[in-house]
């Protein structure tokens, strides 16, 4: 995935490292003139040295093209507007902020960034869900990133087909809330009969959403 990171201190920094290791594309984007140096020393990453709450700043880094967009620097007003910029304006697939002071983070989703948190593993790892589900979308994280709302649809040669939910084997810590079929949704029970097509949503910790992405894709053989 192509990233795009504002803020080049030590959860930036730390940010990059993991996202290359996990061969990710990663473009960074700092304000301090020596800190850029170091980091284009340190890092196989694109550096770009400038403003990121600027337009063109922005721009130049990619956001627009970016899979995901993080605003990690040690100022909150900073990373808000940058994030809503990335999201309103140049249409970030994924954008996620940094909020210093915790007493920020509503604030952050009130305005419309619903991905605020304060922590690089946190962050680290709403990326790595995005990336590892790729035939699922994760529309939520839950309880700081232990659970998600996830939805998906059914393929057309799905394994799923004309199968009743109760006897869909679905994972530990996962929940069937509702299908969308031809525009309707509805809520499922066990005796609601799946078929191709339809959409999907569930709630899943984490540490099943990739064993129900695994039942969900099952295709015939």
Same mark, same amino acid.
Request: charged share 25%.
């Given at each position: ?11 930036g920094w730390n940010l990059? /490292? #993991?996202?290359? =290791?996990?061969?990710? %594309?990663v473009n960074l984007i700092e +304000?301090?003139?020596i800190?850029? !140096?170091?980091?284009a020393?340190d890092l196989?990453a694109?550096v770009?040295?400038?403003? *990121? ?6 721009e130049a880094? *990619?956001? =627009?093209?970016?899979d995901? %967009? ?10 808000l507007v940058?994030?809503?910029l990335a999201k =309103?304006h140049?249409?970030?697939k994924?954008?996620?902020? !940094?909020?210093?002071?915790?007493r920020?983070?509503?604030?952050? /989703?009130?305005?419309?960034? $619903?991905?605020?948190?304060s ?7 709403l990326?790595?869900?995005e990336?590892d589900?790729v ?5 939520a994280?839950l309880?700081m *990133? ?10 057309q040669d799905t394994l799923?087909?004309g ?7 679905f994972?530990g810590g996962?929940?069937?809330i509702?299908?969308?079929r031809?525009? +309707?949704?509805? #809520?499922p029970n *066990? ?5 191709r ?6 709630? $899943?910790e984490?540490r099943s959403?990739k064993?129900?992405m695994?039942?969900l894709?099952?295709?015939k053989k």
């Amino acid at each position: 995935m192509n990233m795009v990171i504002m803020g080049g201190g030590k959860v930036g920094w730390n940010l990059a /490292r #993991i996202m290359l =290791e996990r061969k990710h %594309f990663v473009n960074l984007i700092e +304000t301090d003139r020596i800190r850029c !140096r170091r980091l284009a020393d340190d890092l196989d990453a694109t550096v770009i040295r400038g403003d *990121g709450t600027n337009v063109s700043v922005l721009e130049a880094a *990619g956001t =627009e093209n970016c899979d995901v %967009f993080m605003a990690v620097t040690g100022h909150d007003q900073d990373n808000l507007v940058a994030a809503q910029l990335a999201k =309103e304006h140049f249409h970030a697939k994924k954008v996620i902020a !940094r909020a210093n002071d915790p007493r920020n983070i509503e604030t952050f /989703r009130v305005l419309g960034i $619903s991905n605020t948190v304060s922590s690089t593993d946190i962050i680290s790892k709403l990326i790595e869900q995005e990336a590892d589900l790729v035939h699922m979308h994760l529309i939520a994280t839950l309880n700081m *990133g232990k659970a998600g709302i996830c939805s998906m649809v059914l393929p057309q040669d799905t394994l799923l087909d004309g199968v009743a939910v109760k006897d869909v084997v679905f994972p530990g810590g996962t929940l069937l809330i509702s299908l969308i079929r031809n525009g +309707t949704l509805t #809520i499922p029970n *066990g005796t609601t009969v799946l078929r191709r097509g339809d959409e999907l949503v569930a709630v $899943s910790e984490e540490r099943s959403q990739k064993a129900l992405m695994k039942v969900l894709t099952a295709l015939k053989k």
